[in-house]
């Protein structure tokens, strides 16, 4: 009887190594449930977009500083886009003046040098500021006093939608579903 319990152990002990080994291929998939019908797809962009007013002076080092805020949620993820106000031209059909946006950074050349409007960010604040190649202190008026900004907080995900042209103001104005009325006007003067 002995013997029999030492076959039998021996066989029991070699089944249990011999089950040890490289893993096998996955199994097949399993069936897919039945399809629904297909929903319309949706926007879940959270965006909002802000519209400034400053002046550029010595006193403030020629920057327009600007901290959000509480109603205004940015995410370190977001994507904060400034435009200038560059200028105003004429509506063909003789309506109100149409404004021209252009996205910072924003290079002109002038009789002094070269003049670039640029910004900086972070989810708490943005800071918009003028740097030159002479003194700022030489400027005319139009290109400090009351100067326009609008400062659009769009999701990180915006950034990659290809079909969304973000030097464009009124195209991410559109994407956001806004219109001007929805804009809020801080004024720094």
Known sequence: MSRIKTIFGILLVALTLSCEGPEGPPG???F????????QDGVNILGQVLE?????????????FFEFPQSVEVFESDLVLVYL?????????????????????QTRILDQGLLQYNYDHTFLDVNIFLESDFDLATLPAGDTDNQIFR??????????????DTSNLNSIMDALKMDINGIDKVSFD
């Open 28 to 30: 097949l998939n399993g």
């Open 32 to 39: 897919d449930g039945l399809d629904g019908l297909d929903g």
């Open 52 to 64: 400034i007013e400053g002046t550029f002076e010595a006193a403030n080092d020629y920057s327009i």
């Open 85 to 105: 106000l560059f200028e105003q031209t004429d509506d063909p059909d003789g309506g109100d003046p149409i404004d021209v946006w252009r996205l910072l950074p």
């Open 151 to 164: 400062i659009a907080v769009v999701p990180a995900e915006f950034g990659v939608d290809n079909t969304i």
